[in-house]
């Protein structure tokens, strides 16, 4: 089976992987791709694609929010037991009613942001199985399955109106946990990932996407924001690794299409190739305004 996000993830590609693939190196199917490295992993829809559907020899994925590389590490070192704690966690859950539920929900984010800073993130151990669990849990059953932190770091969306989520996809766990094997994980900033590329090398950014709009300014994946200067921060790390010689394709919002006055990317990446992907997004809360817009994909290639 091909393997799934195990998170929701706001900008998640999994309904666009069908658009991208046609932007894909062509590389990739001749097998000349040896590394692949994706420093915004997020939800990873791209890299579980890539690693089931291509050979690629030396796979890297990162990103700047530890809650997330903790889980992919958890589900790499120790998935079964990662499934039994959900199960239970799902069992609990699903035998509340909503009050009970909601108190339920409360509790387990509270613990989530009480005893974060009591993890050792740097060494696997038992409490990475609990706070994995944890972390999937509010996932599954937060309002709009949205990770959202304030400035503390303290995970804060509240509950959502769900009325039998599925909390524990063992299955795609076991997936995704098999990929991982092959995988090496690490956090840390997007330029870390020079580190680990040679001339047979294909990088995909995915970065917190500029706003569309005053109204859509979401970039609270971690307590990092990523701005304007970061922006351009990346585009100018884009730059510099296209003079290495690697394949370069970065993901981000089409805000020219929202407004015509805007073209903060188009300018950014001049040099570069420019294609639009529809997409629908439906992080927003009004449903009516929860419609297809564009994305635009960046390459060197």
């Avoid at 658009?19 to 190196?25: A, E, I, L």
């Avoid at 539920?101 to 993890?119: A, D, P, T, V, W």
Wanted: aromatic share 14%; glycine share 4%.
């Amino acid at each position: 089976m091909q393997p799934k996000p195990f998170l929701k993830w706001a900008g998640g590609k999994t309904q666009l992987l069908k658009q991208m693939s046609h932007f894909f190196p062509r590389e990739l199917e001749y097998g000349k791709i040896k590394t692949y490295i994706e420093p915004f992993v997020g939800g990873g829809a791209v890299f579980l694609y890539l690693a089931t559907n291509y050979n690629i020899e030396n796979i890297f994925i990162s990103d700047i929010n530890p809650e997330l590389v903790l889980a992919y590490k958890t589900i790499q070192c120790d998935v079964e037991e990662l499934i039994l704690s959900l199960m239970r966690i799902e069992n609990k859950y699903l035998s509340l009613q909503y009050p009970e539920r909601e108190k339920y929900f409360y509790y387990i984010r509270g613990q989530f942001n009480s005893l974060r800073n009591q993890i050792d993130l740097q060494k696997y151990n038992l409490a990475w199985i609990e706070r994995t669990a944890q972390l999937i849990f509010l996932n599954r059953t937060c309002f709009n399955g949205l990770f959202r932190v304030n400035s503390t770091g303290d995970f804060n969306v509240p509950i959502g109106r769900y009325i039998r989520p599925k909390i524990c996809h063992a299955d795609n766990l076991r997936s995704v946990a098999q990929i991982l094997q092959k995988t090496y994980i690490y956090q840390g900033d997007f330029s870390t990932c020079e580190n680990f590329i040679d001339r047979n090398t294909f990088i995909y950014f995915d970065p917190p996407y500029k706003p569309i709009s005053k109204t859509s300014n979401f970039t609270s994946y971690s307590q990092h924001r990523f701005d304007d200067c970061e922006q351009i921060r990346l585009r100018n790390f884009f730059k510099l690794l296209d003079t290495q010689n690697v394949k370069l394709l970065l993901s981000n919002s089409d805000i020219n299409h929202q407004d015509n006055q805007d073209n903060f990317l188009e300018n950014a990446y001049s040099d570069y190739r420019i294609e639009r992907v529809k997409a629908n997004r439906s992080i927003n809360s009004d449903t009516s305004r929860r419609k297809s817009i564009n994305e635009i994909l960046i390459m060197n290639y």
